[in-house]
T-cell receptor, first 117, second 108 residues
């Protein structure tokens, strides 16, 4: 397996533009997570899905952020409109749920570095 | 006070030294993760544990649930171990809360 695949790896955009980040989880994994990492706040959970259903989106900063998982092999994180404070590295991770029903060891993608000018 | 606190924030060691990174947390958890973030930015999951001890190569992770404390040990440290080590706790479903990380530098 190629691991968790994220695209783009780098994105530079201007304030107000729409940004779409993409993630392909490991085949067979039933959990998918979106994290954001900044110098100021470190790593933060934005949202996670279980079997394509959003379970916890309490970390999504505001209405400008939205995430979808239309099928088991694809997820998007969209920011519209983007602002300079959204500049960060966005990580996607996937996991295979354990028998107790929770997520297990995570496999992270390489991250998407977003710069909003 | 953060829910997850790591110490030290920065650690410099000489090659071959035994290294310990500590993590304390204040919430009830179902599991604890240790992650490694390479200088290039990639994140690798090292351990997930909910009790006792786990070992993988030169890395050992321990957790004491009663004391709400975990340690990550590196034996015979090597410059390639230089990275940021992040502790994260699993509570409330599958939500991870992260520590701020420990920057480890191992000099040859």
């Amino acid at each position: 397996d190629a691991g968790v695949i994220q695209s783009p790896r780098h994105e530079v955009t201007e304030m107000g533009q729409e940004v779409t980040l993409r993630c392909k989880p490991i085949s067979g994994h039933d959990y998918l997570f979106w994290y954001r990492q900044t110098m100021m706040r470190g790593l933060e959970l934005l949202i996670y899905f279980n079997n394509n259903v959003p379970i916890d989106d309490s970390g999504m900063p505001e209405d400008r952020f939205s995430a979808k998982m239309p099928n088991a092999s694809f997820s998007t994180l969209k920011i519209q409109p983007s602002e300079p404070r959204d500049s960060a590295v966005y990580f996607c991770a996937s996991s295979l749920g354990d028998r107790g029903g929770g997520a297990n060891v995570l496999t992270f993608g390489a991250g998407s570095r977003l710069t909003v000018l | 006070k953060n829910e997850v606190e790591q110490s030290p924030q920065n650690l410099t060691a000489q090659e071959g030294e035994f290294i310990t990174i500590n993590c304390s947390y204040s919430v009830g958890i179902s599991a604890l993760h240790w992650l490694q973030q390479h200088p290039g930015g990639g994140i690798v999951s090292l351990f997930m544990l909910s009790s006792g001890k786990k070992k993988h190569g030169r890395l050992i992770a321990t957790i004491n649930i009663q004391e709400k404390h975990s340690s990550l040990h590196i034996t015979a440290s090597h410059p390639r171990d230089s990275a940021v080590y992040i502790c994260a706790v699993l509570s409330g479903g599958s939500r991870l809360t992260f520590g701020e990380g420990t920057q480890l530098t191992v000099n040859p």
